[in-house]
Each structure stands twice: as C-alpha cells, then as structure tokens.
C-alpha cells in the first residue's frame, strides 16, 4: 500500500531528509539505483518519497487534556 500524497514541501523534505540518513546507516533503497558514477542518498530518499514507498506517521501536536469534537 502506498502512503498519501504530500502536500506540505516542507514535510517532504523533513521525511526525505530522515529516509536520506537511514539510507547511509546501509538501509536498502525501495527503488533501483540507475548505473554508473556515484549516487546521491538524497536523491534516492526523494525519489522513495515522491513514489510513496515511505510510510511515515506525524506526531499528536494537541495539547495535554485537549478533546477533538
């Protein structure tokens, strides 16, 4: 299952730059690498993003105590 688009710029480069850093501790990319010269991880984690491979969940931001309606 794909995740939601993204519609904030600012939460995709906040969820690309987290996949970008799991990517260089050695996780496996979700997409193929294209051949020859070097890779961006960056460019990888974009690209993982964009095509909804990340899950990813954003924190509670109420306040203690605070009820929805």
């Given amino acids: 299952m794909k995740a939601p688009p993204i519609e904030s710029r600012f939460l995709f480069v906040d969820i690309a730059a987290q996949r970008a850093k799991q990517?260089?501790?050695?996780?496996?990319?979700?997409?193929?690498?294209?051949?020859?010269?070097?890779?961006?991880?960056?460019r990888v984690a974009m690209a993982e993003v964009r095509e909804g491979l990340i899950d990813f969940t954003l924190p509670d931001f109420r306040a203690p105590g605070e009820v929805t309606a």
């Fill in 23 to 42: 990517l260089r501790r050695g996780a496996n990319p979700r997409v193929p690498l294209p051949l020859g010269g070097p890779v961006k991880l960056e």
